[in-house]
């Protein structure tokens, strides 16, 4: 519905104000470069951009920072199934429903308008970031993570906000929910920060990351729960995603670690030895919509990027908003290496 509002059309669902949906699309094509070109780490190092090609800062005058991203498209097999567990359970808002085609949404994938069955708009009440789009395909393919180990490089986790861990775990549990794990991990990381967490395998064989950072306050809903806080991706090169992230994307780096040890191995499924090279990128004070990137030492993972498509099962893309998608995207072209893998 060009220039129409999404959600005003949503059967009867109220929603707020927020942007058009033929503006969250424009945005949405720029996301989908963004993915696939940092993820599958064919974005080149800032010393490899020609110096006389003009670049456009995210933070140029009278234009906004890029901060954190606005929404995540998850595609699932059931849209009843997954609402149940993400506004059912985790008390996430329902922002805005869609029953029948979208030809809009179905253009920027390259698909018929018919192939979209169903969609959900949710959010953590109050927030403007770190939401969840759900999109139900009239033929859902495959989950891009089924039988995938716990190194394999994809888009992996979603990370969700916990009040009282050992309370929302027994409460869980009490739903029906399993764990990797019986119990959570508490772990501090070496810039000190306590956090505990549990890994939750859910619908369309993503994984949801319980995470728990003491003495953090947040939004949470009724329930206990506040998401989505950093989207996890597993990637190849750190060095290369880092000069993306900075130098591209023009984000601040909120955490830089190496976690080892046998804690860590047992909380996320890793061989002895391994460790992880994790950064979380967003913007300071901002916990909804963080990238965080994590590269596995000792580990050779599968690249699951290419499978990570509509109509695909799983998560398949990230929306950031951008001053200017023009420029933005031109400069995105400046710099990639189209046909450069892992």
Same mark, same amino acid.
Request: charged content about 20%; hydrophobic content about 40%.
């Given at each position: 519905?060009?220039?129409?509002?999404?959600?005003?059309?949503?059967?009867?669902?109220?929603?707020?104000?927020?942007?058009?949906?033929?503006?969250?699309?424009?945005?949405?094509?720029?996301?989908?470069?963004?993915?696939?070109?940092?993820?599958?780490?064919?974005?080149?190092?800032?010393?490899?951009?020609?110096?006389?090609?003009?670049?456009?800062?995210?933070?140029?005058?009278? #234009?906004?920072?890029?901060?954190?991203?606005?929404? +995540?498209?998850?595609?699932?097999?059931?849209?009843?199934?997954? @609402?149940?567990?993400?506004?059912?359970?985790?008390?996430?808002?329902?922002?805005?429903?869609?029953?029948?085609?979208?030809?809009?949404?179905?253009?920027?994938?390259?698909?018929?308008?018919?192939?979209?069955?169903?969609? *959900?708009?949710?959010?953590?009440?109050?927030?403007?970031?770190?939401?969840?789009?759900?999109?139900? $395909?009239?033929?859902?393919?495959?989950?891009?993570?089924?039988?995938?180990?716990?190194?394999?490089?994809?888009?992996?986790?979603?990370?969700?906000?916990?009040?009282?861990?050992?309370?929302?775990?027994?409460?869980?549990?009490?739903?029906?929910?399993?764990?990797?794990?019986?119990?959570?991990?508490?772990?501090?990381?070496?810039?000190?920060?306590?956090?505990?967490?549990?890994?939750?395998?859910?619908?369309?064989?993503?994984?949801?990351?319980?995470?728990?950072?003491?003495?953090? /306050?947040?939004?949470?809903?009724?329930?206990?729960?506040? #998401?989505? #806080?950093?989207?996890?991706?597993?990637?190849?090169?750190?060095?290369?995603?880092?000069? $993306?992230?900075?130098?591209?994307? !023009?984000?601040?780096?909120?955490?830089?670690?190496?976690? !080892?040890?046998?804690?860590?191995?047992?909380?996320?499924? @890793?061989?002895?030895? %391994? *460790?992880?090279? +994790? %950064?979380?990128?967003?913007? !300071?004070? /901002?916990?909804?919509?963080?990238?965080?990137?994590?590269?596995?030492?000792?580990?050779? #993972?599968?690249?699951?990027?290419?499978?990570?498509?509509?109509?695909?099962?799983?998560?398949?893309?990230?929306?950031?908003?951008?001053?200017?998608?023009?420029? $933005?995207?031109?400069?995105?072209?400046?710099?990639?290496?189209?046909?450069?893998?892992?």
């Amino acid at each position: 519905m060009p220039g129409g509002d999404y959600r005003s059309t949503l059967n009867d669902k109220p929603a707020r104000s927020r942007m058009n949906w033929s503006e969250q699309i424009s945005i949405r094509l720029a996301a989908v470069i963004l993915l696939l070109v940092s993820t599958a780490s064919h974005s080149a190092p800032k010393e490899d951009i020609d110096e006389n090609t003009p670049q456009t800062s995210n933070n140029q005058p009278g #234009g906004k920072p890029m901060t954190m991203w606005t929404s +995540v498209t998850v595609s699932v097999a059931d849209l009843g199934e997954a @609402l149940a567990l993400w506004s059912g359970l985790f008390g996430l808002e329902v922002l805005a429903e869609k029953v029948g085609e979208d030809k809009d949404l179905a253009g920027a994938w390259g698909l018929e308008a018919s192939e979209i069955r169903r969609q *959900a708009l949710l959010a953590t009440p109050g927030m403007n970031s770190g939401m969840l789009h759900l999109v139900e $395909f009239d033929q859902p393919g495959q989950a891009i993570r089924d039988n995938a180990q716990a190194f394999d490089l994809v888009p992996k986790n979603l990370d969700i906000y916990v009040r009282d861990m050992p309370t929302q775990v027994a409460a869980l549990k009490a739903a029906g929910q399993t764990f990797r794990n019986e119990n959570y991990s508490e772990v501090t990381a070496p810039d000190g920060t306590v956090f505990r967490e549990l890994h939750m395998p859910s619908h369309d064989a993503i994984n949801i990351v319980l995470l728990e950072v003491l003495g953090k /306050e947040l939004p949470f809903t009724p329930q206990g729960f506040a #998401g989505v #806080g950093p989207l996890i991706c597993i990637i190849a090169d750190a060095k290369t995603e880092r000069a $993306f992230w900075a130098d591209v994307m !023009e984000l601040e780096i909120l955490a830089d670690n190496i976690l !080892e040890g046998p804690e860590i191995e047992k909380m996320i499924g @890793l061989p002895p030895g %391994s *460790a992880l090279d +994790v %950064s979380i990128w967003g913007a !300071e004070g /901002e916990s909804m919509g963080q990238m965080e990137i994590i590269n596995y030492r000792g580990t050779k #993972g599968s690249n699951l990027f290419p499978t990570a498509v509509p109509k695909q099962r799983g998560i398949l893309y990230v929306t950031y908003e951008v001053n200017d998608l023009t420029a $933005f995207t031109k400069k995105l072209k400046t710099i990639s290496k189209p046909g450069q893998s892992d």
